[in-house]
């Protein structure tokens, strides 16, 4: 099904909004908000039946609502003041009062095929791949939400800050690696304890916690065998996985991560940096602009959207005490002493200026692992942009590395 107003075209089945054959990027609830609009575009949609159909439920600021609304309009050339496709109505909700025809895909994409005006054809982005979500129960009883996408060798990524198995592959920030790699292996993420769809209440949260969750996940699914992919905090617990059950792993790549948490290191500007961020990312949800704040650690030269896009994840995935919670958790993350100890085949990426991680953590890592391979990355992001050169090459030697598995 296929939405055309105006100047535009919304398909829903590649979650597209075009203006032409120009694609326009949409952060994922910022299409959810303007489907359910155009869907729905024969009446007002109340603010709490727009929240539920969006956020599931979730408890959202009524700021965070608004900023959605002002991007759907901005994407599609409307305002506040105008309010020309997108009505707010008084104390009612919201409205899309353009004019809608609904088409068939193949209808629309053969009136494209025949507009003499259109610009030349724009390569079409991968369609999300199917995803299976499971659940499995931690010996504390916690609750975590198991996601597995692709075929072929499986490769599990451990948990860490910021996921939300059902949001993070949309996300433009963190999807496009996770498709990625959904599309040449059997790819298994999943939600640490108080993250994304597992349980948001839990009484502790620290390392030895961490690993529990990867153990139970690994044990559920009944896999023998597998590569460890261990991202920012994620790292951490790979090595301490990987010394622990080094017949289990085939394959550790690292990226973006350290061996000891910045209470850990001997540096004091580390130490205190460490309580200053505890606190920020610990008030982010009531106060959406200390994650703006904590957004430019991780994203040095994104744009206005690309941090709005980091920033909705950070929302998505966390509460504020759970934020907080593991904030402090990795900050006391030590594993030096295990990385003499590491058997396992690895490679370390690491960006080379990147400022929330410094480059010698990495270095440190591929120093003290026996025959690790670093790849250092020509960026100045923590997260790698989908844009960026360096991606390209991180993701290729990833592939490579990941191919041969024994």
């Not at 000891?260 to 940096?273: I, K, M, N, V, Y």
Request: proline share 4%.
């Amino acid at each position: 099904m296929i939405y055309v107003f105006d100047d535009f075209t919304f398909d829903l089945d590649k979650r597209e909004l075009r203006a032409g054959q120009r694609v326009i990027e949409l952060q994922p609830q910022v299409f959810d908000v303007l489907q359910f609009l155009l869907a729905n575009h024969d009446r007002v949609v109340g603010k709490d039946e727009l929240l539920a159909a969006v956020w599931h439920g979730r408890i959202v600021s009524e700021s965070t609502l608004a900023s959605r609304i002002n991007a759907a309009r901005n994407a599609i050339g409307d305002n506040g003041d105008d309010q020309r496709l997108i009505r707010t109505v008084l104390r009612k909700g919201f409205r899309f009062v353009g004019e809608v025809r609904e088409v068939q895909s193949t209808d629309a994409a053969r009136a494209g095929a025949c507009d003499d005006s259109a610009d030349s054809p724009v390569a079409e982005p991968p369609a999300l791949p199917k995803q299976t979500v499971t659940f499995c129960r931690s010996r504390q009883g916690v609750n975590l939400a198991v996601a597995s996408i692709g075929s072929g060798a499986p490769v599990v990524r451990a948990g860490h800050w910021g996921t939300h198995i059902d949001y993070d592959l949309q996300n433009p920030l963190t999807g496009p690696l996770l498709r990625r790699l959904g599309g040449n292996f059997h790819l298994i993420r999943y939600d640490g304890r108080g993250m994304g769809l597992s349980d948001w209440t839990v009484s502790e949260m620290s390392f030895v916690t961490f690993l529990d969750d990867l153990e139970t996940v690994v044990d559920s699914l009944g896999l023998r065998r597998f590569a460890l992919l261990g991202m920012h905090s994620g790292a951490a617990v790979s090595i301490a996985y990987a010394v622990r059950y080094p017949r289990r792993v085939s394959k550790l790549v690292l990226y973006g991560g350290y061996a000891q948490g910045h209470q850990q290191r001997d540096l004091s500007r580390d130490a205190d940096w460490a309580k200053a961020m505890t606190v920020l990312v610990g008030s982010s949800q009531e106060h959406p602009v200390f994650i703006r704040a904590f957004s430019s650690w991780w994203l040095l030269s994104g744009t206005p959207e690309q941090v709005q896009w980091f920033v909705d994840l950070a929302q998505a995935s966390h509460s504020s005490e759970s934020q907080a919670k593991f904030a402090r958790a990795v900050g006391n993350i030590d594993v030096a002493d295990l990385l003499p100890m590491v058997r396992t085949p690895t490679i370390v990426f690491h960006s080379i200026r990147d400022h929330l991680i410094p480059f010698s953590q990495g270095r440190s890592l591929a120093c003290s692992i026996p025959n690790a391979t670093l790849m250092a990355l020509d960026s100045e992001n923590h997260v790698l942009l989908s844009s960026e050169p360096a991606w390209m090459k991180m993701m290729e030697e990833m592939e490579a590395f990941l191919a041969d598995q024994d």
